[in-house]
């Protein structure tokens, strides 16, 4: 069975800092890879996504995301964070072809001014 | 500007009450999917539907949750009858397939409480 492992339940950094979210999953091939972004109260809208190809994925409001088969992640990145990008993410797995999303449990990313 | 439009955003019933959720996808999407939301459990799929036909419901309790698309424009969660563990945000999506596969667009959200 699909799964999606986010080891970090809550991250604090400092705005301008720099980002990276982890994720791990787990499934026989080679699924479809996405990150999806919730703020407070809304719905989850995507940030990136992965199919083939370039393995380093560029997304919307500046984040990108490195796909790495032999360590089954796709972590989540920003250079330079900003208080607006405070909210929960969340990573998550498709099988190839297929529509129905695996997601994990959320990272909340919490930014100090 | 496309969106999916989720109604109520907010209900407060008590246990034993029918609670219908209500979604239209947005316009030209053939695929629905409804999505439960706890701390304890996060996203958990309900059920989804392409084509207004269901595919899957396995995730969803048949004793007392029922998934329906009257119409391409409409699909409903309904909980008959409600219990306290059923408090959560029910979020439904939609999409397109083939084509965007994977990429689904949320609609903001019903959040339940049962008391």
């Known amino acids: 069975a699909q799964s999606v492992t986010q080891p970090d339940i809550h991250i604090t950094v400092s705005e301008g800092a720099s980002l990276e979210l982890r994720c791990n999953y787990s499934?026989?091939?080679?699924?479809?890879l996405f990150w999806y972004v919730q703020s407070p109260g809304q719905g989850l809208q995507l940030l990136l996504k992965?199919?083939?190809?370039?393995?380093l994925v560029q997304g919307i409001k500046g984040f990108e995301a490195e796909f790495k088969r032999s360590q089954s992640s796709f972590n989540l990145r920003k250079p330079s964070v900003h208080w607006s990008d405070a909210a929960e993410y969340f990573c998550?797995?498709?099988?190839?072809?297929?529509?129905?999303?695996?997601f994990g449990q959320g990272t909340r990313l919490t930014i100090n001014p | 500007d496309a969106r999916v439009t989720q109604t109520p955003r907010h209900k407060v019933t008590e246990m034993g009450q029918e609670v219908t959720m209500r979604c239209q996808p947005i316009?030209?999407?053939?695929?629905v999917f409804w999505y439960r939301q706890t701390m304890m459990q996060g996203l958990e799929l309900l059920a989804y539907?392409?084509?207004?036909?269901?595919?899957?419901d396995s995730g969803m309790p048949k004793d007392r949750f029922s998934a329906e698309m009257p119409d391409a424009t409409l699909a409903t969660l309904k909980i008959q009858p409600s219990e306290p563990r059923d408090s959560a945000v029910y979020f439904c999506?939609?999409?397109?397939?083939?084509?965007?596969?994977?990429?689904?667009?949320f609609g903001e959200g019903s959040r339940l409480t049962v008391l």
């Open positions: 992965y199919f083939s190809g370039d393995t």
């Open positions: 499934y026989g091939a080679t699924p479809y």
């Open positions: 539907f392409r084509n207004r036909a269901p595919l899957d």
């Open positions: 316009l030209g999407h053939n695929t």
């Open positions: 999506a939609s999409g397109l397939a083939p084509g965007n596969t994977g990429e689904l667009f």
């Open positions: 998550a797995v498709a099988a190839r072809g297929a529509q129905k999303l695996v």
